[in-house]
């Protein structure tokens, strides 16, 4: 039954959107072929996580390859954002209440400017990511699990923006 209302919820998406002038053509307008990439800004407790995460957009960018990575000067269009939370919290536990497995939850709010025509291509509230990882024993290696996945979830995001910016067009 959950497949039929999955399939039932895409078609009617699809058709809702068909009807709406979007498309899913992937094509930028022809004269954005670079992007600049500011640092991400943060508005939490967390130091750094701005700085892992606009890393990981410029090297999604970078792999992917239909838009060049340039300074912001040179630049057709600006992807900027903004980490809005960041949170880790306990999802699973043995038998006597300790913690087996944290989940660490990212969320920002993206806008990408098409500098050339000083126009917002898209802007986007409340893109969220997770990543889970385990408790491996003592507090220095779930500081160290802890890190690791956020440069997963980092990546997460990453390819989450980079296709938001690609493919809706």
Not at 89 to 115: E, I, S
């Amino acid at each position: 039954m959950s497949r039929r209302l999955a399939a039932l919820a895409l078609a009617t998406t699809a058709i809702g959107l068909g009807g709406c002038g979007y498309s899913f053509r992937g094509t930028l307008p022809s004269h954005i072929r670079t992007i600049a990439v500011p640092i991400f800004g943060n508005r939490t407790q967390q130091p750094g996580v701005e700085s892992i995460i606009t890393r990981a957009v410029v090297e999604a960018f970078v792999t992917n390859g239909r838009l060049r990575v340039v300074r912001l000067a040179d630049a057709d269009a600006i992807l900027d954002g903004e980490v809005m939370s960041y949170g880790v919290g306990a999802v699973a536990f043995d038998r006597t209440l300790n913690v087996q497995q944290y989940r660490l939850l990212v969320v920002l709010n993206l806008r990408m400017r098409d500098v050339r025509r000083n126009t917002v291509l898209f802007q986007q509230a409340n893109v969220a990511e997770q990543a889970d990882f385990r408790v491996a024993g003592p507090v220095s290696a779930t500081i160290a699990q802890e890190e690791a996945a956020l440069t997963q979830a980092a990546g997460e995001i990453a390819r989450s923006i980079v296709s938001l910016a690609l493919d809706r067009f």
